[in-house]
């Protein structure tokens, strides 16, 4: 496989309210520190770098970001770190990237990730992204599916033949087709079935067979990205001010993938793949006491368990509680049963409907 | 009855650990404001002075303390303001008030306060007051029963005659006794037996009336007491430093008025008073939402209720949590469960033991 075709492009576009109050508009989850060894992003690139060095990183994300990313980031070039100038969900970015990416290299294989997951596993899936590289360097259209390990309703799954979805195998499988999030029996169902994955948003593909199957599956926004001048011409980027707004505002899996042939799968292994959705799964993800309590600044547990604290340069006692997620920032304090981490996103709402934007 | 021969000894010695960490051993419970209206003890100078004038107000605390204490109470004479030179219990600190008030004024009634509790009716516990230092006046020693409102065991109790407990009344009842802090059965029994107060720490008795019950009762101490010289003397402060850590470490109530003969009672009424042992009676005395959470700084409570939050100049979020006690300083951060909040002086002695200074 000729290596110097492959990119990598990184989705870095999201605000990850969920993780309020450390993030903010201009702190979003991915340019947070969790686990103790770089951000999310700076993590997402560290175990992509070996495969697809910094040179050939791209990163979309938006004007409150780029100039945090870029710092965290010294070497992915800083022409390489583009600002959408709009949110329009994943079709119109990915489109974006894919028709940049051609006018570079007119042979690029693209791989998509998105910035704010975590894996525990790098090496393990460097083996898949090889082969689903290598795969999409031939033609295909190619997705990952993570083995689930719960019926979660949270997540969209992909649907491989029946008995053909095998852990960690290096062979693409022409999936069945795509699902979107399931009701909690469906989940269950798809995990007893055992040949539906969770659909991590990891896509490979060579940018003129994206482009292609833009034109055929969203023709509108096909033609909006063609209107672009060439990437690093002098006009491109009041051109894509102007056209990004109007693309359509859709999901790449829904516009483009449930609509293609030829969309090959590959089964991941054990990768420990996480999508660091809540604050729950960073205490799942740190280290814990005996009882259960993890916290990477300083804290005393007494009579507690199962709880996350997070409060730097503060002593926090925790007495007699069990199972609370306690997140402290210089202008905030969240206290929230780990069993409603999810809902950590309605007191961001409830904030922006007091025009809270000091801690927005 | 003469109400110039009237002063007021506040003790002010406790640390309060309970309130931790807010209350540290420069800033002890009774230096802090919790229900916005002055600190607990400028909340019990205010109520007393209608009766007995700053200048006639005595208090008694350490030295980590008197700087802070004379700036709460600008009108107090800083002479007042005596640091005991070690801990001693009360019987000791109030001997040695006895001593110096009987000298400044032979004829000296003195009323005993502790510094740190909350009196909901002060009108109310004025008059009886009156009351019981008219009766010190004529030559009882007199004490203040609380109508006890639950059977509380961490409280001592005061016995009256059968019959005679009158919330209340403005006669002095010559009490049966006292009974120290009972069992929940004992106690179950005193308040169902109607004839048993609260022993509040409230005492009321001429200074040379108390001091002759000294010399019978505590002689060791009275004759270290007596070996002073006067009050204002240049030697005094010295003499005071060699001669108190050596008296006895013992309770008032234990040493003298356990033993003493022709001690009154009073059944104090409605006078809502509260010792303010822990947060929870912070929580109980400030006024509450409709989900019965209490806060003076900026909250927001989603699908949360019984909680009281503190944390000047931070906006707090509780969410899907009950019954949580969240205390928050420059330096610390404390979430207990409300019916763990009797234990906070756990976590102050942990601190302690780490040597962490800086945090008490």
Chains 1, 2 share one sequence.
């Not at 450390?22 to 991915?30: I, L």
Request: glycine fraction near 8%; charge should be neutral; charged fraction near 25%.
């Amino acid at each position: 496989m000729p290596n110097e075709h492959l990119h990598a492009l990184i989705l870095a576009g999201g605000r990850g309210t969920r993780f309020w109050p450390r993030s903010r508009t201009k702190h979003a989850k991915q340019v947070l520190e969790f686990l103790g060894n770089g951000t999310l992003i700076q993590q997402t690139v560290a175990r992509l770098e070996e495969l697809v060095p910094r040179e050939r990183i791209w990163i979309l994300t938006n004007e409150h970001l780029r100039a945090e990313i870029a710092r965290q980031l010294p070497g992915v070039p800083k022409r390489q770190i583009l600002a959408e100038p709009a949110q329009r969900n994943t079709a119109p970015p990915i489109a974006l990237a894919a028709r940049v990416l051609h006018d570079v290299d007119p042979d690029a294989v693209m791989g998509v990730f998105p910035a704010d997951h975590h894996i525990g596993k790098p090496g393990a899936f460097r083996k898949i992204l090889r082969a689903a590289y290598r795969s999409a360097a031939s033609g295909h259209m190619a997705i990952i599916g993570i083995q689930p390990r719960w019926a979660e309703t949270g997540y969209g799954y992909v649907e491989f033949p029946e008995g053909r979805m095998t852990a960690g195998s290096l062979e693409p499988v022409e999936i069945v087709g795509f699902r979107e999030k399931p009701d909690p029996e469906t989940a269950r169902a798809f995990v007893e079935a055992g040949h539906f994955g969770w659909n991590a948003g990891m896509f490979f593909w060579r940018a003129d067979v994206f482009l292609a199957a833009l034109r055929e599956h969203l023709p509108a926004t096909a033609a909006l990205i063609e209107s672009l001048p060439r990437f690093g011409a002098r006009t491109f980027t009041a051109k894509l001010s102007e056209i990004f707004p109007q693309c359509e505002n859709i999901s790449v899996d829904y516009a483009i993938l449930e609509k293609a042939r030829d969309v090959v799968g590959f089964a991941a292994g054990d990768i420990e793949w996480n999508d660091v959705g809540s604050w729950n799964a960073v205490h799942e993800l740190l280290p814990k006491d005996a009882s259960g309590n993890a916290t990477q600044t300083e804290a005393l547990f007494v009579s507690a368990s199962g709880n996350l604290v997070h409060a730097p340069g503060k002593l926090v006692a925790l007495l007699g509680v069990d199972d609370l997620i306690v997140i402290e920032t210089p202008d905030a304090l969240l206290v929230v049963r780990k069993d409603q981490a999810q809902r950590v996103g309605e007191v961001v709402k409830l904030l922006e409907k007091r025009k809270r934007n000091d801690l927005l």
